[in-house]
């Protein structure tokens, strides 16, 4: 132990200094007891070991308020809105029909996202089947993401795929393949529809 103390002094850590007034000559530390140079070599070891605590407290605050890792938003943070529709949730729309205006909502898909790239957009449609208003739609709305078919309900508001209709359904249309669903009409807008005969006008605007 006495010959650790030694190299205390020189090696490990910083010189144990003696008391204010008391400049003692350094040799009396190897006089000491034993334990009392166990006392000077924690001493010297903690001397030496303090400095680093600093050191290693910029680098774990640094850690925790990285640029990178303070700013990156989680997946939550897809809770910030994309212009895709697909990414917003329900999109509201505004038909207009004559002296009539309707209002629907679209709900999020590829398909709803080409329409909407499309508003204004007047589309002239007729009665089909005793169930449905439909007309062409100046182009083609994407199928990604979409069944084969669809079994749409009343009031829903549709795309027919093969003859690239937009489709406002106020009667009961089974399920038949090529229909997307985009969203639904609201309130009693079905009725209202139902109500109109031969061909109308429709205008559909964002809204």
Do not use: F, W
């Amino acid at each position: 132990m006495r010959e650790v103390a030694g190299n205390t002094d020189g090696e490990h850590g910083p010189p144990v200094r003696p008391p204010t007034g008391r400049r003692g000559p350094r040799r009396r530390l190897a006089a000491t007891s034993p334990a009392a140079a166990l006392v000077a070599v924690l001493a010297a070891g903690c001397g030496a070991a303090s400095p680093a605590s600093p050191a290693a407290a910029p680098g774990t605050t640094s850690a925790a308020t990285t640029p990178g890792s303070a700013t990156t938003p989680g997946p939550a943070a897809s809770g910030v809105r994309s212009p895709d529709p697909g990414a917003e949730g329900d999109v509201r729309v505004r038909l207009t029909v004559g002296d009539e205006e309707l209002g629907a909502t679209l709900t999020p898909s590829a398909a709803t996202r080409d329409l909407l790239a499309q508003l204004p957009v007047t589309v002239e449609m007729g009665e089909h089947g005793g169930v449905e208003k439909t007309g062409p739609l100046p182009s083609r709305l994407s199928l990604d993401g979409q069944p084969a078919e669809a079994d749409p309900d009343v009031g829903d508001v549709g795309y027919y795929a093969p003859g690239q209709d937009l489709v406002l359904y106020h009667g009961d249309q089974s399920s038949y393949p090529g229909i997307v669903v985009l969203g639904r009409l609201g309130g009693d807008a079905a009725a209202r529809l139902a109500a109109l005969s031969g061909p109308v006008s429709v205008t559909v605007a964002a809204g």
